[in-house]
């Protein structure tokens, strides 16, 4: 299925309620940077006995048309916004997001708190400034990547497989732009505005974003829980969709104290 949002070509698929209740709710599933809808799908399938799931490719992503080089993460959560009411979801949605599409998910809860009714986060890239400042390279190296190699693409690109082999900008150079953006967007400041219960996910062995970020998430946001999964990774609810399952669905099903 495909439809236009803030002038972006979006592909997504929606997989109905495979159980009939008293309601429906919709839950919309965000991937992370370099997946796409694909890398949520056993997750979403196995969460459809409970609501009506929707799984976009984000912009730039899978059958998704680019974004203009401008955008970082407020641009894409305004997206989704747009997206939600042009889908002809019911509102307010519930909503699971895992690493960058959590990211998004915490904005939307936090400036449209009307749309979002739950909030699952798995491992979020929200604590950046001080992740990706010391990931940065130092000079020379830094201008060396950032000028020297400009008009190198392939020589910068073995030079940051070499140097930073965990790096975002690799799974998708032709948005490097907007990777730059996006990850000098704090979200510190955004995360104590969240009014949703919140349910937290974290691998134990995540070595991309730290279980001590989930620690600080949940401190910050009023109403969350965090889950920790020791053997798990940053890729829990993409390759242990099964492990994550009950967690996840157990927090949607369950009714909370207004």
């Not at 009307?114 to 699952?120: Q, S």
């Not at 998430?217 to 609810?237: E, M, Q, S, Y």
């Amino acid at each position: 299925m495909v439809l236009s949002a803030s002038g972006i070509t979006l592909n997504y698929t929606h997989l109905p309620r495979r159980q009939e209740g008293n309601s429906t709710p919709s839950l919309l599933l965000l991937h992370g940077w370099g997946g796409t809808q694909k890398s949520l799908m056993p997750l979403a399938t196995m969460l459809s006995s409970h609501a009506n799931c929707y799984i976009p490719d984000l912009p730039g992503f899978g059958k998704s048309s680019k974004p203009p080089n401008s955008w970082g993460i407020y641009e894409y959560a305004d997206c989704l916004k747009e997206f939600i009411h042009l889908a002809g979801i019911d509102e307010p949605v519930q909503l699971v997001g895992h690493s960058f599409g959590g990211a998004i998910g915490l904005i939307l809860a936090a400036h449209y708190p009307e749309l979002i009714e739950k909030l699952v986060v798995c491992a979020p890239s929200w604590h950046r400034a001080k992740k990706y400042a010391d990931e940065t390279p130092k000079k020379p190296l830094q201008q060396a990547l950032s000028k020297g190699l400009r008009h190198f693409p392939y020589l910068r690109k073995t030079l940051y497989r070499t140097f930073f082999p965990e790096s975002d900008m690799l799974r998708k150079p032709e948005l490097e732009a907007n990777f730059k953006r996006i990850v000098s967007q704090d979200l510190t400041d955004v995360v104590t505005q969240i009014p949703q219960h919140t349910l937290i996910v974290w691998g134990g062995q995540d070595t991309y974003t730290p279980v001590s970020d989930g620690a600080l998430l949940k401190h910050l946001i009023p109403h969350a829980l965090l889950t920790v999964f020791p053997d798990a990774t940053h890729a829990l609810p993409v390759t242990q969709s099964h492990l994550v399952f009950p967690s996840i669905h157990t927090f949607l099903t369950t009714k909370v104290a207004d």
